[in-house]
């Protein structure tokens, strides 16, 4: 069974562009959620998806935004991108999305804004 | 918020060593997982452990939901074991929203 994709794997974008990372989670999985890792604030939730509702929100500014497809996999868009959104973007991939279930992470994609 | 303190911050072991790392949270819990992040990122599972005890090879996890913290053994630890280890907890409300420590990071010396 494949685990949970992540593409791309590293990005380097400048001030003021926007991205669109991509997370496939786990075949039968329908639950996807977004971390932030970065040095200083650690790893931070972003947003979870199912059934391509957004469902739980963290408090991040505007300028993070999500979707989730038919098919479970989800993007996270960042606009107006600054230095400051360097950071190593985590996916999540869980059967349902409940607090008693089990989340599995994907490699993840490393982005750094200069 | 909840809050979810691990310790040490930093380990360092020789090679065969055993250590113990620990994790406490401020609240009621659901769910709590303990992750090894690689070199490259990635969040490994070892354990799903909201309560009681697991055990998978040289490592073994107990968690005592009533008294808010759980506790990851290592065993004969190896280089391979180095890395950043996170445990994460879920509150009792709402959807997964994954409450990270802030780890501690192990470094298995040969």
């Known amino acids: 069974k494949a685990g949970v994709t992540q593409t791309p794997r590293y990005l380097i974008k400048t001030r003021g562009q926007q991205v669109t990372l991509s997370c496939s989670p786990i075949?039968?999985?329908?639950?996807v959620s977004w971390y932030q890792q970065t040095p200083g604030q650690g790893l931070q939730f972003l947003f979870e998806?199912?059934?391509?509702?957004?469902?739980n929100k963290g408090n991040f500014p505007g300028r993070f935004s999500g979707r989730q497809f038919s098919n479970s996999r989800s993007e996270m868009n960042v606009s107006t991108l600054e230095l400051g959104d360097s950071a190593l973007y985590l996916c999540?991939?869980?059967?349902?999305?409940?607090?008693?279930?089990?989340?599995?992470f994907g490699q993840g994609t490393r982005l750094t804004v200069v | 918020g909840i809050q979810v303190e691990q310790s040490p911050p930093d380990l360092i072991l020789q090679e065969g060593a055993n250590s113990t790392l620990r994790c406490n949270f401020s609240?009621?819990?659901?769910?709590l997982q303990w992750f090894h992040q690689n070199p490259w990122g990635q969040l490994i599972n070892l354990f799903y452990?909201?309560?009681g005890t697991k055990q998978n090879g040289r490592l073994s996890a107990t968690t005592v939901a009533t008294e808010r913290y759980s506790l990851l053994y290592i065993s004969s630890s190896q280089t391979t074991d180095s890395g950043v280890y996170f445990c994460?907890?879920?509150?009792?409300?709402?959807?997964?929203?994954?409450?990270f420590g802030t780890g501690t990071r192990l470094l298995v010396s040969p």
């Open positions: 998806y199912f059934s391509e509702t957004q469902r």
């Open positions: 452990i909201p309560s």
């Open positions: 994460a907890v879920v509150m009792n409300t709402g959807f997964q929203k994954l409450v």
């Open positions: 075949s039968g999985h329908r639950s």
């Open positions: 609240d009621s819990v659901n769910n």
């Open positions: 999540a991939s869980s059967l349902d999305g409940q607090r008693d279930t089990e989340a599995f």
